[in-house]
């Protein structure tokens, strides 16, 4: 796809039909947690948009979020979205090493200075200026800040690029620092999770790439479209939840029942994130549903938050008063999923039409 | 070693509030198709159903009379169940991995009209079609 095609013309030229072509915005509006009202807009952003130049910076990172992203079989919608857009520079996937590699990263920056978007993964060690990570003998931490200063947005890509992640975690030899602690003066989303979730990695892009904008966030700067609720939230498990149904061991009744892993750890009410309804492997399931707690990976310094088979502390959460609470409740429960689904995608729809680039910028 | 279908798993509370809601869910969008010709639809994708409420769903609405397949990046099955106004619209790619899908309520899925812009190129392909029947 050359630069100056839009999306729409790509497909056409691929002898895709516009029937097609809406088929793919309809994927893509669920994709981003839009309403399916939304296909003909997101067709109609698509049809002008201009495929934008990215470049990712791996720093202190184990590429588990590359990974992630690249790992599903082709041609999916994120390898459609990825076609969509220009990946100028990522040390683990283009061919150029050394210094040729080097020259592709300044190369794009001065073609599309103040227009790319900048992709991080990994977190940045800053003690004793920033020594033990570099790249072609640049610090991390001088190639961020070079690379930052035209960048139109910065993604911060799992949880050690968005808040440190296990770098970070106690006792830090190398003092890794999250992006947004470094660079203060560029719109940042941080799409966390040890690894996020691919469909939540792409639909930041798309939503980037539909609307020209970044979507509405959280105070922690992430998507409110993917991290607006917990899992506890969206958990299929939760009506065990208020009834006071939970798995005690590994292997109990409980266990086998499908009840509510809370009390072995489940850090679902305290975590942000969307694998509760996006879910893993193509769609297949997600840690609880393999009957698994919750591990809060994209919550900042889940590594060092005790250990991951403690309950979550009771200080906050009394689940007896919680559940006696939910019980009285009940009779109304299943009329409420179905309306919160209905108030969820209308906020969303909100959410995704709501803040520019330009407005973040200070 | 048993294999993992030898572990018996055994599902609570049937039928779940999560498909009791769907299915209220449906009534009212339904309603609202009546009364005020609105169209309605629930992502699949989006909703926290517990395993096994998706095929209950799915055998519940069952199949009705009309069935369409839409052939454009990848297979899309597009079936009326056997509540009329309500169609189940799934969305695969080309290696058959579902992308999408939606339960829409309404008298005729969108992706089925022909739209304007293949309809404008229609003529086109047609006279080609002839030009070929007369030179050949």
Known sequence: ?????????????????????????????????????????????????KRPSVIWLSFQECT???????????????????????????????????????????YAMQQNKGEYILIVDGSIPVKDDGIYSTIA????????????????????????????????????????????????DKPIINVPGCPPIPVVITGVLSHYLTYGTIPELDT??????????????????????????????????????????????????TTHNACATAKWNGGTSFPIESGHPCLGCSEPDFWDAGGFYQPISTADFDVNKLATTAVVAGAAAGAAFGLYNRHKKSSAEHQHHKTSTDELKE | MASLSDISVTLEQRPTEQLIAVLNEIDSLLKELIHSDQQGTIDLRSLPLFPGDY??????????????????????????????????????????????????????????????????????????????????
């Open chain 1, 64 to 106: 588990g979020c590359t990974e992630s992203l690249t790992r599903s079989s082709r041609p999916t919608l994120e390898s459609l979205i990825l076609d969509a857009i220009s990946l100028d520079y990522h040390h683990t996937l283009q061919a150029a090493s050394g210094s040729a590699a080097e020259e592709a990263r300044e």
């Open chain 1, 137 to 184: 003998g640049i610090t991390n931490l001088q190639m961020l800040k070079d690379t930052a200063q035209h960048a139109a947005a910065i993604v911060s890509v799992g949880s050690c690029a968005a808040f440190g992640g296990i770098p970070h975690a106690n006792p830090n030899p190398t003092g890794a620092v999250p992006v947004m602690d470094i660079i203060k």
């Open chain 2, 55 to 136: 095929d209950m769903l799915k055998q519940l609405l069952a199949e009705g009379e009309v069935s369409a397949t839409l052939q454009a990046m990848g297979p899309s099955t597009i079936q009326e169940t056997r509540v009329p106004g309500v169609w189940w619209v799934t969305h695969f790619n080309q290696d058959d991995e579902k992308i999408a899908e939606y339960i829409e309520i309404t008298r005729l899925p969108s992706l089925l009209k022909t739209t304007d812009e293949d309809l404008k190129d229609a003529p086109e392909g047609l006279r080609n079609l002839i030009e070929q029947v007369i030179n050949n």
């Open chain 1, 220 to 269: 922690l700067k992430r998507p409110l479209a993917f991290f607006g609720d917990t899992i506890h939230d969206r958990c299929y498990r939760r009506p065990f939840y208020d009834q006071g149904k939970f798995a005690k061991t590994f292997d109990d009744e409980g266990a086998r029942k499908g009840w509510c892993l809370y009390e072995l750890g489940c850090k679902g009410p």
């Open chain 1, 1 to 49: 796809m050359r630069r100056d095609e839009t999306l729409a013309d790509y497909l056409k030229q691929q002898g895709i039909s516009r029937r097609g072509f809406l088929k793919f915005c309809a994927a893509t509006a669920s994709m981003m947690a839009l309403p399916l009202g939304a296909t003909e807009a997101i067709a109609k952003a698509l049809s002008l948009a």
